[in-house]
């Protein structure tokens, strides 16, 4: 994966050290739990807390030979702790460890895919206030539409980050779950009072029913919203690399001084930022069809979910996090062209205004159909014989009888075509737009 590029922060989560952490973390919650009730000696409990520790060789050593990775964790614990390890892991099975941790730690990676999405707003905002009001225009299958602004197109951008961030923290919320139901989660050996306990220390939520496993329907959610932020990104990604292909050259990634575009070429300055978000963008959706794959058990459990979760969770966290990471420096380094922006409107000789002559002849009761014809004649003209739109509609004699001169100059306003950004600014940023 992309290790070279792992912000440690979220690197750190997916260790082999910090899984043994939370499982240890549940493991002395779910014993201090029952030291409360009486069901574990508190000396013992005390003792727990003040001996249990890991080394990581250790575990790996005796896991050769129990080939079951928590029996080796448990046996490790063990031996350091003494005889009060006898209540270690006391009533639980496997899973209420593996999956309570589990939750733990793609919660604390939320928290900080969060805190890459807001980040990711806040550049893309001030981009937007920049550019409210530089004119550009907006392109539909490819080809000259209507003029819009470029702050418009990340206003866009702002709020389906805003939706992004909603779907993660709504994952957030499914996945913080955790359970100590047993075996195959019907409480034989422990009430679920102690569920309750265990699950209130560790600020989860306990599941309302479980088999052997949290449900991985919860887990897919998750992956889900990572893939669709991902799909966010890639689309964002895709359309600066679009604007900075040469023929349009509106928009360019940044390009550091010593930077090279290629080995061959020394004028090259490739958008390789927004291609490698592409790129990962599709790793992160794969990964999420493998999520799905998980929802499906055998009866109450089975571990084809397993090997699978120990690739898919650190590799789309860590890819996702890099991804905003990567995505906010090019947004906030963003070269803008706004000359470029305005050659690009006007290459096409005014025939993105044919919209606006259209609906001036239909209010003066001319029939769509007609409008149509006369305003398309003029537009085919303008493309086949690069003459300007709007002289041509002056001197076609069939629309000057209906729509006086002045009338055709207005349809040409770019200002009033733009007239309600504002608007949108306020719908998508609040009042403080």
Known sequence: MIRRYTNPEMGAIWTERRRYETWLDVELAATDAMAEVGLVPVDAATELRAKATFDIARIEEIE????HDVIAFTTAVAERV???????HFGLTSSDVVDTAQALQMREACDLIV???????????ARAEEHRRTPMIGRTHGVHAEPMTFGLKLALWYAELQRDLDRVLRARDTI???????????FAHLDPAIEARVCEKLGLEAAPVSSQVIQRDRHAELFSALAITAASLEKFALEIRGLQKTEIGEVEEPFAKGQKGSS????KRNPIGCEQITGLARLVRANAMAAFENVALWHERDISHSSVERVILPDSFIALDHMLRRFTRIVRGMVVYPDRMKENLERSRGVVFSGTVLLELARRGISREQAYEWVQRNAMRSFHEKQDFKGLLLAD??????????DIEKAFDLDDQLRNVDAIFSRVFGASA
């Open 64 to 67: 050769q030979t129990t080939q």
């Open 82 to 88: 003494g005889p009060a390890a006898r209540w270690l």
């Open 115 to 125: 805190k890459d999405v807001a980040a990711a707003m806040d550049a893309v905002r």
């Open 176 to 186: 913080s779950t955790g359970k100590i139901s047993g075996a195959v989660g019907t």
């Open 264 to 267: 061959a070429m020394p004028h």
């Open 397 to 406: 004699a069939d629309l000057v009888t209906v729509l006086p001169p002045a």
